[in-house]
């Protein structure tokens, strides 16, 4: 399938750095990296206890490259999960249309971009369709 464009990819941290970092590495080894435009929106902390954790996850992503480019939302105030999903992902779809969303504790397939890609393409004027994810529930047993 023909990509029409890149969709946008935002991350959402808090204060997480493995996870973070996991994240963002599984984003790289994906063939449209190069061609995505990353937002990341950090969260600020919440508690004094949460000011160093938030300052390292910062910190690392400042120093992200492999992306085409890197716009950084640093919170002044803690939003919250939802608060900061939801006004994060209004301000994307708004100057672009679409997005694709993760948080700092997702690890996503090397062919992760290109599938969003290709469906939010293949849907895109499907009325029925409101959004397209990859999750899979983890299955232990194997189905006969």
Avoid: C
């Avoid at 100057?95 to 290709?118: A, C, H, T």
Wanted: glycine share 4%.
């Amino acid at each position: 399938m023909i990509i029409n464009e890149i969709t946008s990819i935002v991350v959402f941290v808090y204060k997480r750095l493995w996870h973070t970092q996991q994240t963002i590495e599984s984003l790289l080894k994906n063939r449209l990296s190069g061609e995505s435009n990353l937002f990341i929106y950090s969260d600020a902390a919440k508690s004094d206890k949460s000011e160093n954790l938030v300052r390292e996850v910062r910190k690392y992503i400042k120093t992200i490259k492999g992306f085409k480019s890197i716009q950084i939302i640093e919170r002044e105030k803690n939003l919250g999960l939802a608060g900061s999903i939801v006004s994060g992902v209004n301000e994307i779809i708004d100057k672009y249309g679409k997005v694709i969303v993760l948080e700092d504790d997702m690890i996503v397939s090397p062919y992760f971009l290109q599938y969003m890609n290709d469906a939010l393409t293949f849907y895109e004027k499907e009325d029925e369709v409101i959004s397209i994810h990859a999750y899979v529930y983890p299955v232990k047993n194997k189905l006969p």
